[in-house]
């Protein structure tokens, strides 16, 4: 469509109107200048309020949105981060003879298989805190249920009914609290996150993981709210505390946003070093007088893989997992390089087309790290 329509053009999704707009420097003005006229990710219109679609952070708007967003910031901090590398190194181990065991036997296998096992073992590892081998066990119930959560049907007659008229069809489906993801596997992660919370309890504090420091905030039992004295150099405080709905949706989030954006990177740098010799053994050499005879992986040795770095960036602009097009919703009426937009538009991105432009990359469909 960026070739047939230019840079700029308007369509619908479903009865909703957007604004297609791939120009660098009204995307500049939208996304960064004048990002308070499109804080916003859509239209209201299709923001559902249930669980726990409706709790997901990435669906929160306002106050709601900056509690539960700083909330979790901390478990993305590079001190935590350095932290996590002993349990990717044990995942990445059982991937590892998994490997070695197709190359002995000469067998083909399944890079998205061998990947989203990878991918599903550090995510309950590294967010929810429990250790499972969906790599050797597939059938493990965290698995199943996992997976049951990705799979949205969009030819679903009410996935299109919504589409086509949300102003009817989502007030019934906030009245019945459906939203697509199935209540058996909520209900498990909800076990789940009992369970965890039970453990650490009377284990002591836990690990600060994503789950532990989401609990921490639930179990704030004055809400956040503390008048202090100000001569005694305290400050007061009005951070809301986190239902277990919050808590148990974004653990879910967590889940949905990972696993298909690492299993499918990974899939497809595997898919693409296969396809190219030259740029495998690259790898393969810069790993060796890297990471040489080591057994374990730290974030330093991370950071001086530059070459496979660039494969798996060539990747992601050759594949986008995940986020092929950005949407921002217009809260006010805006002028960007001369075109008015409208209150009420959603202005979306087209990450793959963008990623695939002759004019930004002369040979768009070739793998060059």
Not at 20 to 31: A, F, G, K, T
Not at 240 to 252: P, Q, Y
């Amino acid at each position: 469509n960026l070739q047939q329509y230019g840079e700029v053009y308007g369509t619908f999704f479903g009865a909703t109107p957007v604004l297609m707009v791939s120009d660098s420097e009204m995307l500049r003005e939208i996304l960064i200048k004048q990002f308070h006229n499109f804080s916003r990710r859509t239209h209201e219109n299709l923001r559902i309020n249930t669980t726990p679609n409706g709790r997901y952070l990435i669906n929160l708007v306002g106050e709601d949105w900056k509690n539960v967003r700083s909330t979790i910031t901390p478990a993305f901090s590079s001190g935590k981060l350095r932290l996590m590398p002993e349990q990717l190194n044990r995942c990445a181990n059982i991937m590892a003879e998994n490997v070695g065991g197709f190359a002995e036997s000469g067998k083909t296998f399944n890079a998205r298989e061998l990947t989203g096992g990878f991918a599903m073992d550090v995510i309950a590892s590294t967010a929810f805190g429990t250790e499972i081998d969906s790599q050797r066990n597939p059938e493990d119930p965290f698995v199943v249920h996992g997976k049951e959560g990705l799979n949205l049907n969009i030819s679903s007659p009410v996935t299109w009914l919504f589409l086509l008229f949300p102003w009817i069809v989502k007030p019934i489906l906030e009245a019945l609290d459906l939203d697509g993801f199935p209540r058996e596997s909520y209900k498990f992660f909800e076990n789940v996150f009992d369970q965890l919370m039970e453990m650490r309890r009377e284990g002591g504090t836990g690990r600060a993981d994503f789950m532990q420091l989401m609990a921490n905030a639930h179990n704030e039992e004055d809400e956040g709210k503390k008048d202090t004295d100000m001569a005694e150099g305290k400050v007061q405080s009005h951070k809301k505390a986190l239902t277990k709905a919050d808590v148990v949706s974004n653990g879910i989030l967590f889940f949905l946003a990972g696993y298909d954006t690492t299993s499918l990177t990974m899939a497809y740098t595997l898919y693409n070093l296969a396809l190219h010799q030259e740029a495998q053994d690259k790898v393969i050499r810069e790993i060796d007088d890297v990471i040489g005879d080591n057994e374990e992986v730290d974030n330093e040795t991370m950071n001086e893989l530059t070459y496979l770095e660039m494969c798996i960036m060539e990747t992601l602009r050759m594949y986008p997992p995940g986020a092929n097009v950005i949407s921002r919703h217009c809260e006010n009426p805006t002028v960007v390089k001369g075109l008015s937009i409208p209150k009420g538009i959603d202005v979306r991105v087209p990450i793959l087309a963008i990623h695939h432009d002759p004019k930004r990359y002369p040979e768009p469909t070739k793998f060059i790290p």
